[in-house]
């Protein structure tokens, strides 16, 4: 239980699709904004990450970044997700996740408001 591969779906209905792990524990998929995220220039964005073995650990951490992609703009994202999966008695599993945004700062001056 708790691998990655599939679909996920956020409180704010963002989904993330996620591809089958590979031997490394390495995944690649895309990243879907829902329409309560209320960011409709964002497109569908790559992601990458990993995961710990769930061999080893059965509620495992995970990693991944999404290098967002906006509708009309040159401006660069970047968010990162930590987080860890867990399964309920009834087998359920949920992702919690903390996360960063880091935004293009067109210079070192503006670097405090870059990342939220």
Do not use: I
Request: charged residues 20%; glycine residues 6%.
């Amino acid at each position: 239980q708790c691998l990655l591969s599939g679909s996920w779906r956020s409180d704010t209905s963002c989904r993330m699709v996620v591809s089958t792990l590979d031997k490394n524990n390495r995944f690649s998929g895309f990243y879907l904004p829902g329409p309560a995220a209320g960011y409709s220039e964002l497109l569908t964005s790559p992601l990458e990450g990993s995961q710990q073995d769930t061999g080893l650990v059965s509620q495992p951490t995970f990693s991944f970044t999404v290098n967002w992609q906006l509708r009309d703009s040159k401006a660069a994202q970047t968010t990162v997700f930590l987080g860890q999966c867990y399964v309920d008695t009834n087998g359920e599993e949920t992702l919690h996740a903390l996360w960063l945004l880091r935004e293009a700062a067109n210079s070192p001056a503006e670097d405090w408001k870059a990342t939220r």
